[in-house]
């Protein structure tokens, strides 16, 4: 068993900054790949990015490539979403999730925290 929990979200202006993190607790976390999602309201759950538990493997979605830096801590057991230049278009639910496998696909992570609002006004 896997808990998450995300912390960080908030407000910022087009063009803004804000850092997420996922405080993840539980049996066998190295197993486990990290990754970041959104959900718009109306929309899918999409993939933002992830990491490797050990840190040698991250992926981006291409929108957010340049922008966003996923990175870890191991010591807090802390996965941290850096996001820089946010766009209104962003403003969405994001959400912390671990999965077994290296996936994009949200059917594919095994434990999801409880989501922090993060909303980019124009």
């Known amino acids: 068993q896997v808990q998450l929990v995300e912390s960080g979200g908030g407000m910022a202006q087009a063009g803004g900054s804000l850092r997420l993190s996922c405080a993840a607790s539980g049996r066998a976390l190295s197993s486990y790949r990290m990754g970041w999602f959104r959900q718009a309201p109306g929309k899918d759950r999409e993939f933002v990015a992830s990491i490797s538990w050990g840190g040698w493997s991250s992926d981006y979605a291409d929108s957010v490539k340049g922008r966003f830096t996923i990175s870890r801590d191991n010591a807090k057991n802390t996965v941290v979403l850096q996001m820089n230049s946010l766009k209104p278009e962003e403003t969405a639910v994001y959400y912390c999730?671990?999965?077994?496998?290296?996936?994009?696909?949200?059917?594919?992570?095994?434990?999801w925290g409880q989501g922090t609002q993060v909303t980019v006004s124009s």
């Open positions: 999730g671990a999965s077994l496998a290296h996936s994009q696909v949200p059917e594919s992570y095994n434990y």
